[in-house]
């Protein structure tokens, strides 16, 4: 996909491989971690890719967004979202809309 100025490359070509190709979930412990930033990680998407709820100036973002590491600590990268908390509660409305499209692609 050809970059266009101003506007990032997605990160959705990790996606697009084939499943054996793809990183593996880590489990799920249900354990929160805080960041060096104060976020709270609650999830772990895959080795690299986190769910993290932080507060920033004020307000409360959930924010899906790859990692790396630097010196042993797990620093996150440009490559990701920030919800706010009100397009966060709209995504959690539609997610029987998400699975009933889903389902109907498998």
Known sequence: MPKR???PA????EDEQPE???EEAVP???KTTTTSDGSRVVCELSRNRKVAVKK??????VDV???WSKDGE???SKKGISLP????EMLREHIEDVREVIASFT
Not at 56 to 61: L, S
């Open 10 to 13: 997605s990160s959705d070509a």
């Open 56 to 61: 920033f100036k004020g307000k409360v973002f």
């Open 74 to 76: 797990d620093l996150p």
């Open 5 to 7: 100025k101003g506007i």
């Open 65 to 67: 967004r790859e990692f």
């Open 28 to 30: 799920s412990t249900h």
């Open 85 to 88: 908390l009100e397009q966060w």
């Open 20 to 22: 054996e190709e793809q």
